[in-house]
């Protein structure tokens, strides 16, 4: 466990002073933005001069100075919601019932009351600054033979409305998109440029989603808008002038002028809180340079090992590793000091560290590979595991091997819902998630039991599977070819699988209602899987790119103590990676988005992450040649090696 000390001072130091910094630019972009928000909202072809007098008037006067106010302190907290929820690692739904736990999650529901609010107040700001007959809530009619009285302006009713709905599906669209997901951009730039580059889709995105915004919202008010109406008539003692139309009528939502401005605001609503969120993700994740090694203890915490190897808010993880990975490329200095010795004693304590970590991080996505593609090959079909006709080829033993050492420290651990829950006689019967393998339940993959523990002869589970629940077939997540494809076997005979008892009635209709919506997407549990690659493809680049620095900068030869477990880790990693994309839906690109301004980077992680593995094996083939043949390692790694240095892979 990490100190208190250790895991506060980033966050506070440098975390809170960047989100303070992105809130700051944000709230100084306001005033421009409501400019062009009131000449849009108020530009007339016939009267150009006239509206530009108008609009000058207008954005000196108190009303919109206390607007400015007012949206200035909705700018804060949508810049703390988003520091509050963000995270480097997505969630991601693997089946339609999870997504629909997300969206009544206690969090949600407040981050969406919380949204609706702030989009009252939007709405409020809007229909002050446009004014005309949006001003006020309540107006001076004179109904036919009676006193003047206060009426309710549903035009201003219409525009809080709005503004709710609209804050209320920008938070359930963060979440369908994963908004909150705060990627590392590849290609470092300033953060103008990122700025200035990311403007023209940020216009887009909030100019398309208030279209919708609106289009839904009319069609909801046609069949709801009495319910707030009659609500606030009562409640402020208000009445309803029968001279003009409602709006929750065919007349009255054909009023182009109102669409026009509802779309208006709803877009200055949208594109104010996604500047903020631009801002956010620009300044966070800017690289971040942290000292390899300190002169002062009390500062010791701080340096690149150190951050590394304790277990540490996951944002100073990622910023930790991607300064590993440019380290390693960019700058010969610092390589020097994370292959020195330390003083006195000459032990490489800052390349033991880091080395160590990465390690670590390979092996136990090696680890949940393989416990993945064992979970999914007995998804609901068992197989002949007799200890007579069973053999195991030296890659699978090596595997075996490597996957009992022990566990590391830290383990990155993607969202619980990578496997569904199987339907067993009406009753659910969870899955086994892949990276923490619950071995006492009954619905555990044999093989996934022999790789973390002996087999006992006298356990039920030594040879043939016996227990009839394991025969039953779950939800099935790929073609009832997979194991054949993957393993290379035909499919047992449906002879040697016994038939389940026969249930008495057929499944319910609510059952079954269940049953399909929480069968799993394949290709979600696939990006699920791979939702914390980065951190992966980081440390395989800074890995791969200091042993290439060895060769010729390791004068003490520390690195070559541990390259043979850098080696045999990835070509691990590397057979893994290769089973899985053999697997049905594993290589199928997904389709990028293009008007939302969540962040689809992680659905393409596998795909980068293979690349960058064998960018990373290559790398090191290139460098040291037939050197390798003289590093320790099983036959079938150096043969998978050999194909490498042959350019056969």
């Not at 290379?488 to 269940?514: D, H, I, N, R, Y």
């Not at 200091?546 to 003490?556: I, M, N, T």
């Not at 070509?571 to 990676?577: K, N, P, S």
């Amino acid at each position: 466990m990490f100190s208190t000390e250790t895991s506060c001072w980033f966050i506070r130091k440098v975390i809170c002073w960047r989100a303070a910094a992105s809130i700051a630019w944000a709230v100084l972009l306001l005033p421009p933005t409501t400019a062009v928000f009131v000449i849009l909202s108020k530009f007339s072809l016939l009267h150009p001069i006239q509206t530009i007098t108008e609009c000058l008037c207008l954005l000196t006067s108190a009303s919109t100075i206390f607007s400015f106010i007012l949206l200035g302190g909705v700018i804060i907290i949508v810049g703390f919601l988003i520091l509050e929820y963000h995270t480097v690692i997505p969630t991601i739904a693997c089946s339609k019932m999870a997504l629909f736990g997300q969206l009544l999650h206690p969090h949600q529901f407040v981050n969406s009351l919380a949204h609706s609010l702030m989009g009252i107040i939007v709405g409020w700001c809007c229909a002050v600054t446009i004014g005309y007959r949006y001003e006020t809530l309540g107006y001076t009619c004179t109904q036919s033979d009676s006193y003047p009285q206060m009426c309710l302006n549903e035009h201003h009713l219409v525009f809080l409305l709005a503004g709710a709905f609209v804050g209320f599906s920008y938070s359930l669209v963060g979440v369908i998109h994963n908004m909150n997901y705060v990627s590392f951009h590849s290609i470092q730039q300033y953060k103008y440029l990122r700025f200035k580059g990311s403007l023209p889709l940020v216009v887009k995105c909030s100019s398309a989603q208030a279209f919708y915004s609106v289009r839904n919202f009319i069609v909801l008010y046609y069949f709801l808008g009495y319910i707030p109406r009659t609500w606030i008539c009562k409640t402020l003692n208000l009445h309803v002038d029968s001279a003009i139309h409602p709006l929750d009528s065919i007349a009255g939502l054909l009023d182009l002028s109102l669409l026009y401005h509802l779309w208006i605001s709803a877009t200055f609503l949208l594109f104010t809180w996604y500047i903020t969120l631009l801002l956010f993700r620009i300044f966070v994740t800017e690289v971040y340079s942290f000292p390899v090694m300190s002169s002062f203890t009390e500062d010791a915490h701080q340096c690149l090992p150190k951050v590394l190897i304790e277990k540490q808010p996951m944002i100073l993880k990622f910023l930790a590793l991607k300064d590993l990975a440019l380290l390693s490329q960019h700058s010969p200095s610092r390589r020097s000091e994370v292959l020195s010795l330390s003083q006195p004693g000459g032990h490489p304590h800052n390349w033991n560290a880091i080395s160590k970590e990465c390690l670590s991080l390979l092996a136990d996505l090696t680890q949940r590979l393989v416990a993945y593609h064992e979970t999914v090959a007995t998804n609901g079909r068992a197989k002949s595991m007799s200890s007579g006709s069973e053999k195991k080829t030296s890659s699978e033993t090596s595997s075996t091997e490597e996957l009992m050492s022990p566990r590391p420290a830290f383990l990155m651990k993607t969202p619980a819902s990578v496997f569904a829950r199987s339907f067993v006689g009406g009753l659910q019967s969870p899955l086994t998630a892949p990276f923490t393998p619950d071995l006492d339940s009954p619905f555990a993959s044999p093989a996934l039991r022999r790789l973390t523990a002996p087999a006992d002869q006298g356990s039920p589970w030594y040879g043939t599977v016996q227990s009839p629940h394991i025969m039953r077939r779950a939800p099935k997540l790929w073609s009832t070819s997979t194991d054949s494809q993957v393993n290379g076997s035909p499919e047992p005979s449906p002879a040697t699988v016994p038939s389940p008892k026969q249930e008495s009635s057929k499944p319910s209709f609510l059952s079954q209602f269940l049953r399909n919506r929480k069968e799993q997407l394949p290709e979600a549990s696939s990006q699920a899987l791979f939702a914390d690659s980065q951190a992966h493809i980081w440390a395989l680049e800074g890995l791969s790119y200091l042993v290439q620095a060895s060769f010729s900068e390791d004068q003490f030869g520390v690195v070559q103590t541990t390259l043979p477990s850098i080696l045999c880790s990835m070509l691990l990693l590397q057979e893994a990676v290769d089973r899985h994309f053999k697997l049905p839906h594993a290589s199928s690109k997904p389709v990028r988005s293009a008007s939302s301004m969540g962040d689809s980077t992680y659905k393409t992680l596998r795909f980068a992450l293979r690349v960058t593995l064998k960018t990373a094996i290559y790398r090191i083939t290139t460098t040291f040649g037939d050197h390798l043949n003289a590093v320790q390692m099983s036959a079938e790694h150096r043969k998978r090696l050999q194909q490498f240095l042959e350019y056969k892979d």
